[in-house]
């Protein structure tokens, strides 16, 4: 099949690979709806995180499975299923304990570039739908995959509460779920900070209620401003830079929480300054199999629309224009469509 | 009047100093029924802190009010009262948070160990109690001023929850307190890490279920295989170093909540590390005024018994032997008994 294949720094190529195989009895293969481009994929396209040369990218998924190992009990050929970026067992005790991505069996999802994906540990990764999804909502439920997942862990992790008021930093597709997510959960007040015209309108249309455009001190004085000198309860950071960081823990009012999802790049805290500055710090991969459920929900009756976050589609073979797009923020995330 | 002065590192003095008196409307002036030594006075008393030379030491207190400012409405002359070593108007919107010790007009207590001390804000730092508390409870009245109401705020920020497994990380006074804490909070399982039988001794007494004597790596799987490889739900951290804050985070599971009360030294943290780890992170001078109506019922209904942790009793006259005693580890804690 033809699949993306990074093979160094700004070199990504759509050609030929293996078809993938079940390789476990717990294993299943699923032929994808769609597939997308991840910021995270930026990381090593730019050559800012060391790439397992070449790499056959890609960790967002929805589909029909096509076969099963002989040990998965739970999803069959024929269904459509979407998985969480993690793989995960879901019966190991971080599992239970709902954070699937740091099951003891944890794997990281790759490959799903292509038309066809093979997903470890099968039963406790995938969600079946009960009914084949119409067309339409496929980007949406290829976003809960990761994105939407991850967006809604921030704002998990940054403890939004009815009436809240939530402070997003970072415009990407991340973020602009993280939007999404703290309006589902009830945020009263909503400022995203962003720069964007088009990320800003997204934004607003997923239930912000304000947008901030400075950014560092500019922009924490001005969060303070809208907060009537106070700072927010919950902020998600999104970002993953020690300026988004340090913006992210000078917006949250002491005993705040800061949900952060950006994977930190060259981000050091010093403890003291975590100390005084008195606020809860929780972040990680997102435990997307929980949300997952009750997200496909919400999709499928129609309540959120996360899919509106691509911008971009093309064609797998054009997966080359489609990091290009996202690189060059032309683009805010990337649907590749299989032919 | 004879108060402590600390000249520079290893020289603490009682002698004499101007009687404090009242500077603004909201201040009271308080008679001290006893005073302590705190662990963090020995950071500059080690000279591993910086400190105002010469300083006046203390900043846990309890006794009766014998003068107020003319604007003070909620205590009198002649209430018993205790208050937070941080001075706070309780009325500020991080006040109404819940977060009392990061005040907009935030104090430190200062010039406690002595007979006499001004409490500035005295609305909003001093609590009263009805009527006059037995002697043999000042011990405990005294101890939530700080150390009692700084184990408590670890337990809440480790979010310890009934029936979870919470691990103590440092056996000083705070966290004997924690444990006593963690107790109070319903926590099932309770791991005590100490290496000193007087101390152990006494987490056991406060509620421990279980001691661990090895520290960092060798302590980290101890507790793993305390819990059945899972790590803890709550894990207070009341040192303040490096390796204690790592012991603390890789003590917890994921999803794991760690509360740091031991004020940071030299503890620089990795975002990429923190990541990972999963792990809610909370710390910061702990908001004991929220605590302290709650406290002071327990310890005036006799339901816990905190005093038990001052091991050592000398006059203010022999504060050099308190600060000695626990410098060199023979005392958990010192009380100062005023002539």
């Not at 970002?239 to 913006?247: A, D, L, N, R």
Request: aromatic share 6%; with cysteine; proline share 5%.
């Amino acid at each position: 099949m033809l699949a993306t294949v990074l093979h160094g720094p700004g070199d990504i190529r759509c050609e030929e690979v293996a078809d993938p195989k079940i390789l476990k009895p717990t294993d299943a293969i699923i032929k994808l709806s769609a597939s997308c481009v991840c910021g995270s994929d930026l990381w090593p396209y730019r050559g800012l995180q060391e790439a397992r040369d070449p790499g056959h990218m890609g960790h967002e998924y929805c589909g029909v499975v096509v076969e099963v190992g002989s040990d998965v009990k739970t999803v069959k050929p024929g269904q459509f299923v979407v998985g969480s970026f993690c793989l995960s067992d879901n019966t190991c005790p971080h599992c239970r304990n709902g954070f699937q991505s740091s099951c003891e069996h944890r794997e990281f999802m790759t490959g799903a570039q292509a038309p066809y994906a093979r997903v470890a540990m099968a039963d406790g990764t995938l969600v079946a739908t009960d009914t084949m999804p119409s067309d339409d909502l496929i980007p949406s439920l290829l976003a809960a995959s990761d994105v939407l997942g991850t967006g809604w862990y921030a704002a998990d992790a940054a403890r939004v509460q009815p009436g809240c008021t939530a402070v997003v930093v970072g415009d990407g597709a991340v973020g602009l779920m993280g939007v999404l997510s703290a309006k589902q959960m009830g945020a009263g007040r909503i400022i995203a900070m962003s720069r964007h015209k088009a990320r800003q309108e997204l934004a607003l249309e997923y239930g912000a209620t304000d947008i901030v455009a400075a950014r560092g001190d500019e922009g924490v004085a001005k969060i303070r401003e809208l907060t009537g000198g106070v700072g927010a309860d919950s902020v998600l950071e999104c970002v993953g830079t020690q300026e988004s960081m340090m913006q992210a823990l000078n917006a949250a009012r002491p005993g705040g929480s800061i949900g952060f999802v950006g994977v930190p790049h060259g981000v050091e805290l010093d403890g003291q300054m975590l100390f005084f500055q008195q606020k809860s710090l929780m972040g990680g991969p997102a435990p997307v199999r929980r949300y997952l459920p009750h997200l496909i929900d919400l999709i499928l009756t129609r309540k959120i629309n996360p899919g509106k976050v691509f911008d971009l589609e093309v064609p797998l073979t054009d997966v080359a224009e489609g990091y290009r797009a996202m690189d060059e923020r032309r683009a805010i995330k990337t649907l590749l469509r299989m032919q």
